[in-house]
């Protein structure tokens, strides 16, 4: 079965600092990969995705994100976090038919 | 100009209701779905609509059912409320091919008393 595995719970960085949000995941095809993100009181945006071809993609808001297949993993990047950035981020796989597995979440606080 | 919307936004009902959740898109797309984010934040797919056809069920119970007059509005009737369907219910569509973004709307804030 697909599965997406996000192992930070929450991460805390200080303004200006460079982020790294983890991302794993479980599936037998080549997968579809998703980043959205969720500011508190808010539906889900998207930041990026991966369908094929260059395994590094840009998203928005300065994220981007680098697919690894021998390490199943879709880690997501910026190198410096604002304090608008302050959400929860979540990462997700396409599972056939356009259904999305999402991982747990990672909650991104951000300190001045 | 909201592309994906949902109403109520907030919804405070007392157990034993009957609710609805309505959504509607204008992005043209022809797949439309219902996601249930529960209190621990974890976002699950409970249906998927192709074409006013009911594609994706994922064991939710019968008391949940999806209505989709036409291809940009699916509907969530939810009887018989239990305190255990507390949750951020979320509509979304895309175009039905494998890999195109699925766009969520704002979510709908559901609290059974």
């Known amino acids: 079965a697909q599965s997406v595995t996000q192992p930070d719970i929450h991460i805390t960085v200080s303004e200006g600092a460079s982020l790294e949000l983890r991302c794993n995941y479980s599936y037998g095809a080549t997968p579809y990969l998703f980043w959205y993100v969720q500011s508190p009181g808010q539906g889900l945006q998207l930041l990026l995705k991966y369908f094929s071809g260059d395994t590094l993609v840009q998203g928005i808001k300065g994220f981007e994100a680098e697919f690894k297949r021998s390490q199943s993993s879709f880690n997501l990047r910026k190198p410096s976090v604002h304090w608008s950035d302050a959400a929860e981020y979540f990462c997700a796989v396409g599972a056939g038919f356009q259904k999305l597995v999402f991982g747990t979440g990672t909650r991104l606080l951000v300190s001045p | 100009d909201t592309a994906v919307s949902q109403t109520p936004k907030y919804l405070v009902t007392q157990m034993g209701n009957d609710k609805s959740i309505k959504c509607e898109q204008n992005?043209?797309?022809?797949?439309m779905y219902w996601y249930k984010q529960d209190s621990k934040k974890f976002l699950k797919i409970m249906f998927s609509y192709n074409n006013k056809e009911l594609i994706i069920n994922e064991t939710v119970p019968n008391r949940f059912s999806p209505k989709s007059p036409d291809k940009a509005h699916l509907n969530l009737h939810i009887n018989s409320l239990e305190l255990g369907d507390s949750a951020v219910y979320f509509c979304?569509?895309?175009?039905?091919?494998?890999?195109?973004?699925?766009?969520f709307g704002e979510g709908s804030w559901l609290t059974v008393v």
């Open positions: 992005l043209g797309h022809d797949t």
């Open positions: 979304a569509s895309s175009l039905s091919e494998s890999g195109n973004t699925i766009y």
